[in-house]
């Protein structure tokens, strides 16, 4: 287990430092800062000196040296806009990008894993329609157009909830409801395809002959072994959630990594979209290692190879 750990780190660490020479030249390619921080009419003069105190006026693979040196000792530079340490800013956003897939992805399994459960032990049953109808339309509604018309519904219209904040728990409803939407309509689908598979094997016939309860059935003896299949889409949603909550966080106005990294690419904050990127990559690397550690503790054939 050891060593498959090792391996699969040095894997990510190989992605890792492609992914932040990727980003690093790809955010150059925007334009010089200079132009957006100093008024219009500064001089020629003012301008050559803010590129030559933060580095603009080296040539590109000199302030990607630079960049390196300073990454080894986890030190990203200061951020233009905030006047305040990059890596300082994104730790401080990231626990509520955290918090909010977190809370979004519990549900969307709790929801996922009972709804296709139930729909596949009676299969083509009335409630077997209604669920994979629900989530078939879950899975494919665009979360920008789910957070809109929640906020215009919920929030405007009928004023049950806030628009934005993070403040209190009714702030929280709307953001986690709208990022656990498509997830738990695909997962619920992934279930029920994966327990119909398991309620039709020999072993399930036998705890049927043996009387053994329905809810030990599906949520025993036939849920353990179709989880695999769901781990692996769980987790891909997962990573989706932490990597893309920028729609969901803009929108309601999290003070999230996403939000932070779309203001830092708005504003040709170069450090704190390196910060973010980097952040956010191993957080996501870490994620898959947990999942492929979920699948050696559910199945010991995988455990022993």
């Known amino acids: 287990m050891l060593r498959y750990l090792g391996k699969r780190s040095l894997h990510s660490l190989v992605s890792l430092v492609g992914l932040v020479v990727l980003v690093f030249f790809l955010a150059r390619l925007t ?14 003069a003012e301008k050559a000196n803010f590129a030559q105190v933060h580095g603009f006026n080296d040539p590109v693979l000199l302030q990607f040296w630079h960049f390196v040196q300073g990454a080894l000792r986890l030190d990203f530079g200061a951020s233009l806009r905030y006047q305040r ?5 994104v730790l401080e956003a990231f626990p509520t990008t955290l918090e909010l897939a977190f809370f979004a992805m519990l549900i969307a399994l709790v929801i996922a894993i009972v709804t296709g459960s139930l729909a596949a032990w009676r299969l083509n049953g009335f409630f077997d329609r209604i669920a994979s109808i629900i ?9 920008f157009w789910i957070a809109i018309v929640g906020v215009l519904v919920l929030a405007v219209n009928l004023r049950l909830i806030p628009t934005s904040g993070t403040g209190s728990v009714q702030q929280w409803i709307l953001p986690v409801a709208v990022l656990a939407i498509r997830p738990a309509g695909l997962i619920v689908q992934i279930v029920r395809g994966s327990m119909t598979s398991a309620l039709s094997s020999a072993y399930v016939k036998t705890a049927r002959a043996k009387g053994v309860s329905s809810q030990a059935i599906i949520f025993v003896h036939a849920l ?8 692996t889409v769980a987790g891909d949603q997962a990573t989706g959630m932490v990597n893309g909550a920028v729609i969901v966080e803009t929108i309601f106005g999290f003070p999230g990594i996403g939000n932070l990294m779309l203001d830092a690419i708005t504003n040709r904050d170069f450090a704190v979209v390196q910060a973010a ?4 990559a191993i957080a996501i690397f870490i994620l898959n290692i ?9 199945d010991p054939r995988i455990r022993f190879t």
Not at 31 to 44: E, F, Q, V
Not at 135 to 143: D, F, G, M, R, V
Not at 277 to 280: A, C, F, G
């Open 31 to 44: 334009g010089d800062p200079t132009n957006l921080y100093l008024p219009i009419d500064a001089s020629p």
């Open 85 to 89: 340490p990059a890596l300082g800013l």
């Open 135 to 143: 989530s078939l339309i879950s899975a494919s509604i665009p979360n």
């Open 224 to 231: 353990r072994n179709a989880m695999l299949p769901v781990i």
């Open 277 to 280: 990127v980097m952040v956010t």
């Open 290 to 298: 947990v999942i492929d550690l979920c699948y050696a503790a559910l």
